[in-house]
């Protein structure tokens, strides 16, 4: 085991929807994340004037493209193209387990999935669903003379404001359960004493363990208050667990002397199994503060591991929209603070274990996704695509802590570790595969479009295209016959001023030659002097038409249109009529790419389901220039855009800087 440091924050129920399996469940089309924005954008007022939910440091973290990926489809009135770079590695993880239930979600993270059936209290329409010969030997064992309150199936919140009277009156105390894999038993603090209610649920974890009667729960739930209507759970809550299947991340932990420290209810979730210390804690705002203090003074070698309850029983089993809406943004206000307390060698995990879609019918869990986010001073950020078992974050942790691996999972670590000797060479790779190697001068010949191609193939790999004038594609295509890079040319270049059909027939006569992509300039004059241009649209509709399966990128010369609001109608109206492509400049224009208008069109191409590619061209000369353009695209888009499918440079130049150094 290392000195690397962890803190997780499980943000309970928060689910981001599409989970495949979730008509077994009764569950499709619930989406607790993205039901909880799209009702706050729809209902401006109800307690939330400004109707968008905001979650500034999350979206920073990912979260909103993580949904996105997960579900499907963007979140409504939410702006991909206005959005913050992202700091963090972001995914989604599909659950394995056989249950949507608390201990199935936190145990397979865990590494330890259910596999095996709960055993389920099933619903009996308001009469007792609890075996007879279980209730007997119960009430036998946990001295119950005065008999219980058999609820069945109910809301706890609901039961003991309609039982609590008589319960108090009588001291039975009430049994009820849910969809969930659970026994809970409610009771008041001081007429039955938290003490006994404590005792009974004992009894009852015991005697279903020794009936075989294989529940996930049993749930001490004490309340307090005077009479019905008047009676409120409090903060002693205690679960009573039975042990995962098999040793977790928690236990590979503390097998390797590493710290393990519970905030909230994770040591009762896991049967007190693998953990060093328990910290107490109820409300968001305490188990937050509690989280801060716990993890800035954990030594070397621990875990931190907070689960964040109220997103569940408060707001989610309770259908509360608005509430949950409130606590997400508390919360989101508070991440700040972690950062500012994160060392070199930390990593923080985001995640949830299910999820309890508010806006869903009922008041159970909902089977879905949950999101994968994390982040620290030594994590790349960037998309790490569909985890196909919860067990993924906890091999993950594992792998950052250097301790056992799981029995489960697939750790999403790799290449996400900085490691400054072998990350300068692999990105200088990798921005050479990125490369369209261009000669585009009115002097160039044979001879420097031969020359050309053979620089194109380097010791390090190869570039992914050259960029030449028309009457040289045949020779280049003859020239990289036998390797994989693309020959590239361009139309209505430099000034894009031609009339279309002088443009479509430069199109054609290229992909005759044997072209594989096409730059072709819009008329960017357009857009200065009138704000739009429908000549541009209509240019790129019939030159993608011409491309078919062929690239077409599509040059805005974003330098000369110079105001962000005409760089960004010029992207979205290329990327609209079908670029698959949108490039900064011809290199002929004074103002050549800027960091500035690549944050513009990069939002623009990653703000749609399917996004598309960005080249940035002009000006781009030293390898230190295209870190910064490599990092800005890796924060808007993720890592996975860093390939030549989606990412290009324009360059000469450029090329000679990475292999001098």
């Given at each position: 085991?290392?000195?690397?440091?962890?803190?997780?924050?499980?943000?309970?129920?928060?689910?981001?929807?599409?989970?495949?399996?979730?008509?077994?469940?009764?569950?499709?089309?619930?989406?607790?994340?993205?039901?909880?924005?799209?009702?706050?954008?729809?209902?401006?007022?109800?307690?939330?004037?400004?109707?968008?939910?905001?979650?500034?440091?999350?979206?920073?973290?990912?979260?909103?493209?993580?949904?996105?990926?997960?579900?499907?489809?963007?979140?409504?009135?939410?702006?991909?193209?206005?959005?913050?770079?992202?700091?963090?590695?972001?995914?989604?993880?599909?659950?394995?387990?056989?249950?949507?239930?608390?201990?199935?979600?936190?145990?397979?993270?865990?590494?330890?999935?259910?596999?095996?059936?709960?055993?389920?209290?099933?619903?009996?329409?308001?009469?007792?669903?609890?075996?007879?010969?279980?209730?007997?030997?119960?009430?036998?064992?946990?001295?119950?003379?005065?008999?219980?309150?058999?609820?069945?199936?109910?809301?706890?919140?609901?039961?003991?404001?309609?039982?609590?009277?008589?319960?108090?009156?009588?001291?039975?105390?009430?049994?009820?359960?849910?969809?969930?894999?659970?026994?809970?038993?409610?009771?008041?603090?001081?007429?039955f004493r938290l003490e006994h209610l404590y005792e009974i649920c004992n009894v009852?974890?015991?005697?279903?363990?020794?009936?075989?009667?294989?529940?996930?729960?049993?749930?001490?739930?004490?309340?307090?208050?005077?009479?019905?209507?008047?009676?409120?759970?409090?903060?002693?809550?205690?679960?009573?667990?039975?042990?995962?299947?098999?040793?977790?991340?928690?236990?590979?932990?503390?097998?390797?002397?590493?710290?393990?420290?519970?905030?909230?209810?994770?040591?009762?979730?896991?049967?007190?199994?693998?953990?060093?210390?328990?910290?107490?804690?109820?409300?968001?705002?305490?188990?937050?503060?509690?989280?801060?203090?716990?993890?800035?003074?954990?030594?070397?070698?621990?875990?931190?591991?907070?689960?964040?309850?109220?997103?569940?029983?408060?707001?989610?089993?309770?259908?509360?929209?608005?509430?949950?809406?409130?606590?997400?943004?508390?919360?989101?206000?508070?991440?700040?603070?972690?950062?500012?307390i994160l060392k070199e060698d930390d990593m923080v995990v985001i995640t949830a274990?299910?999820?309890?879609?508010?806006?869903?019918?009922?008041?159970?869990?909902?089977?879905?996704?949950?999101?994968?986010?994390?982040?620290?001073?030594?994590?790349?950020?960037?998309?790490?695509?569909?985890?196909?078992?919860?067990?993924?974050?906890?091999?993950?942790?594992?792998?950052?802590?250097?301790?056992?691996?799981?029995?489960?999972?697939?750790?999403?670590?790799?290449?996400?570790?900085?490691?400054?000797?072998?990350?300068?060479?692999?990105?200088?790779?990798?921005?050479?595969?990125?490369?369209?190697?261009?000669?585009?001068?009115?002097?160039?010949?044979?001879?420097?479009?031969?020359?050309?191609?053979?620089?194109?193939?380097?010791?390090?790999?190869?570039?992914?295209?050259?960029?030449?004038?028309?009457?040289?594609?045949?020779?280049?295509?003859?020239?990289?016959?036998?390797?994989?890079?693309?020959?590239?040319?361009?139309?209505?270049?430099?000034?894009?001023?031609?009339?279309?059909?002088?443009?479509?027939?430069?199109?054609?006569?290229?992909?005759?030659?044997?072209?594989?992509?096409?730059?072709?300039?819009?008329?960017?004059?357009?857009?200065?002097?009138?704000?739009?241009?429908?000549?541009?649209?209509?240019?790129?509709?019939?030159?993608?038409?011409?491309?078919?399966?062929?690239?077409?990128?599509?040059?805005?010369?974003?330098?000369?249109?110079?105001?962000?609001?005409?760089?960004?109608?010029?992207?979205?109206?290329?990327?609209?009529?079908?670029?698959?492509?949108?490039?900064?400049?011809?290199?002929?224009?004074?103002?050549?790419?800027?960091?500035?208008?690549?944050?513009?069109?990069?939002?623009?191409?990653?703000?749609?389901?399917?996004?598309?590619?960005?080249?940035?061209?002009?000006?781009?000369?030293?390898?230190?220039?295209?870190?910064?353009?490599?990092?800005?695209?890796?924060?808007?888009?993720?890592?996975?855009?860093?390939?030549?499918?989606?990412?290009?440079?324009?360059?000469?130049?450029?090329?000679?800087?990475?292999?001098?150094?």
């Amino acid at each position: 085991m290392n000195n690397n440091r962890v803190l997780i924050l499980l943000m309970d129920s928060l689910g981001l929807g599409g989970a495949e399996d979730a008509d077994q469940f009764g569950d499709s089309g619930a989406d607790t994340f993205g039901h909880i924005a799209e009702q706050c954008a729809r209902a401006a007022g109800n307690n939330k004037p400004n109707g968008i939910l905001k979650l500034p440091n999350l979206e920073k973290k990912g979260l909103y493209q993580a949904a996105l990926a997960s579900r499907g489809k963007p979140i409504i009135d939410y702006d991909f193209k206005k959005a913050p770079g992202i700091e963090a590695a972001y995914g989604y993880a599909i659950e394995q387990s056989k249950g949507k239930d608390t201990p199935s979600g936190h145990w397979e993270i865990a590494g330890s999935p259910v596999l095996f059936d709960w055993h389920y209290f099933i619903d009996k329409g308001g009469k007792s669903c609890f075996p007879g010969d279980f209730i007997h030997a119960f009430m036998k064992k946990a001295k119950l003379a005065q008999g219980l309150l058999d609820a069945g199936h109910a809301s706890g919140t609901e039961v003991i404001n309609r039982l609590g009277d008589e319960h108090r009156k009588s001291l039975k105390p009430i049994l009820y359960t849910s969809a969930d894999s659970v026994l809970q038993i409610a009771a008041h603090e001081d007429s039955f004493r938290l003490e006994h209610l404590y005792e009974i649920c004992n009894v009852a974890r015991t005697l279903l363990d020794d009936m075989q009667i294989n529940i996930g729960r049993v749930i001490a739930r004490p309340f307090k208050g005077d009479k019905n209507g008047n009676y409120a759970r409090t903060s002693n809550r205690h679960d009573y667990s039975v042990a995962p299947p098999t040793k977790t991340l928690l236990d590979h932990i503390k097998e390797e002397n590493g710290q393990v420290i519970s905030i909230g209810k994770i040591a009762d979730i896991f049967a007190n199994q693998g953990i060093t210390k328990k910290i107490k804690a109820t409300g968001i705002p305490e188990l937050f503060e509690k989280s801060l203090n716990e993890f800035s003074n954990a030594p070397a070698g621990s875990l931190v591991f907070t689960n964040f309850v109220d997103f569940d029983s408060e707001y989610g089993h309770r259908r509360d929209i608005t509430g949950y809406a409130n606590a997400l943004e508390y919360f989101d206000n508070r991440l700040p603070e972690i950062d500012h307390i994160l060392k070199e060698d930390d990593m923080v995990v985001i995640t949830a274990d299910h999820g309890c879609d508010p806006s869903w019918r009922g008041t159970d869990h909902t089977r879905e996704h949950i999101p994968f986010l994390y982040w620290g001073k030594k994590i790349q950020p960037g998309y790490i695509g569909a985890r196909q078992t919860f067990s993924d974050i906890g091999q993950t942790i594992a792998d950052f802590l250097e301790v056992k691996p799981l029995k489960y999972g697939k750790s999403s670590l790799q290449e996400r570790v900085l490691n400054t000797t072998s990350e300068k060479l692999l990105s200088k790779q990798k921005i050479i595969s990125l490369i369209d190697l261009t000669s585009l001068n009115n002097n160039d010949t044979p001879e420097v479009i031969e020359k050309l191609c053979n620089r194109a193939k380097t010791a390090f790999g190869n570039v992914a295209a050259v960029c030449i004038y028309p009457e040289f594609v045949s020779l280049a295509k003859a020239l990289l016959k036998k390797t994989d890079i693309k020959v590239a040319t361009v139309a209505n270049f430099p000034s894009g001023e031609k009339k279309l059909s002088e443009i479509l027939k430069e199109i054609e006569k290229a992909l005759l030659d044997g072209a594989d992509e096409i730059d072709v300039v819009i008329p960017y004059k357009d857009y200065i002097a009138d704000g739009t241009s429908i000549r541009s649209i209509e240019i790129v509709r019939a030159a993608k038409k011409l491309c078919r399966n062929k690239t077409l990128k599509v040059i805005i010369e974003s330098g000369s249109l110079k105001t962000n609001d005409l760089i960004l109608k010029a992207s979205e109206d290329a990327i609209g009529a079908g670029a698959d492509f949108i490039k900064t400049s011809t290199g002929k224009a004074e103002i050549g790419a800027t960091l500035d208008a690549a944050d513009i069109m990069l939002k623009a191409a990653a703000g749609i389901k399917e996004p598309i590619g960005f080249k940035a061209s002009g000006g781009v000369k030293t390898y230190e220039q295209s870190c910064k353009y490599l990092d800005l695209a890796t924060k808007i888009c993720g890592l996975d855009y860093c390939s030549n499918k989606f990412l290009r440079f324009g360059a000469s130049s450029l090329l000679d800087d990475l292999l001098d150094n």
